[in-house]
T-cell receptor, first 109, second 113 residues
């Protein structure tokens, strides 16, 4: 079965602390993975694509095929990072994204 | 630089009423999608259109219909609204295979009473 799991509903950290948002996937082929971010009452925005291996707003994510994970990391959290984060899988390059349940990141001052 | 435009932004319906959610994109994308967002469930695909003239069901199509009017526009219709359809609805578009990610609309917050 194709599935994306984000085990944490809520992650609360203090400003300046490291952040790791977990994402695990289930897919038999070569995965194409994304992270999307949704700030309060705004539209979802693409944050990262694993194939581009870029760093956006200080966030990085590495695909670990052995552990079937694509965790999102940032060394020093900022208050403006507070948002809902979704991990998503594009199975077989179909464009029909499968989203995880989402993790709310709360960065406290 | 509009991207993906959805209307309306908010709507309250009574059970049994019908309505159409509109979506238009100006990026010349081939593929368009409708998702619903519910707390604790992430986003679930309702219907999609891989290209102009084609539509297909997603994970949760029951109670919905869609029309790909042209390359720009993809509408979602609720024929007889039910309280279970209370949700936030997002339209998205992408180039054909989705490898560059989606561009999302701002969402429609629908309440069915």
């Amino acid at each position: 079965a194709q599935r994306v799991t984000q085990p944490e509903k809520l992650l609360s950290v203090f400003k300046g602390a490291p952040v790791e948002l977990k994402c695990n996937y289930s897919y038999s082929g070569s995965p194409e993975l994304f992270w999307y971010v949704q700030y309060s009452r705004q539209r979802l925005q693409l944050l990262l694509r694993h194939i581009s291996r870029e760093s956006i707003k200080g966030f990085t994510a590495d695909l670990n095929k052995g552990e079937t994970s694509f965790h999102l990391k940032k060394p020093f959290a900022q208050e403006e990072d507070s948002a809902m984060y979704y991990c998503a899988l594009n199975p077989g390059n179909t464009g029909k994204l499968i989203f995880g349940q989402g993790t709310t990141l709360q960065v406290k001052p | 630089n509009a991207g993906v435009t959805q209307t309306p932004k908010f709507q309250v319906l009574k059970t049994g009423q019908s309505m159409t959610l509109q979506c238009a994109q100006d990026m010349n994308h081939n593929s368009m999608y409708w998702y619903r967002q519910d707390p604790g469930m992430g986003l679930r695909l309702i219907y999609y259109s891989a290209s102009e003239g084609t539509t297909d069901k997603g994970e949760v199509p029951n109670g919905y219909n869609v029309s790909r009017l042209n390359k720009r526009e993809f509408s979602l219709r609720l024929e007889s609204a039910a309280p279970s359809q209370t949700s936030v609805y997002f339209c998205a578009s992408t180039l054909a295979g989705g490898e560059y990610g989606y561009t999302f609309g701002s969402g429609t917050r629908l309440t069915v009473v």
